[in-house]
């Protein structure tokens, strides 16, 4: 297949790996960088987090923290329950979105 789209493209070796390098080039800045960017903020987000601030899980359980340990965080609910979440789960600080911009 692909030698096939070489043939047809006419160019010479040279050409077409300078072609992949460019695509390669491409596909870094527009898929692999952002989505390593928004991994490394998210991870900072969870590591700012502390006892008291609203979260929201990436299941779309509200509520507030009220316990932390090494790995995970214990959430109180509206009803007043308590779950233990990973930190990985949390997918907003509602504390931050909800406070108004100046």
Do not use: N
């Not at 929201?56 to 009220?66: L, N, P, S």
């Amino acid at each position: 297949m692909i030698s096939t789209v070489i043939l047809q493209a006419g160019g010479s070796g040279t050409q077409t790996l300078i072609m992949f390098g460019l695509m390669a080039v491409v596909m870094y800045f527009f898929m692999i960088r952002p989505q390593m960017k928004k991994a490394k903020d998210h991870k900072k987000m969870v590591e700012e987090l502390k006892v008291g601030d609203k979260v929201v899980t990436t299941a779309g359980i509200h509520g507030k923290i009220v316990g932390a340990a090494e790995t995970t965080f214990l959430i109180e609910t509206e009803g007043g329950g308590k779950i233990r979440f990973d930190k990985s789960a949390i997918s907003l600080d509602a504390t931050k979105a909800a406070a108004p911009k100046a």
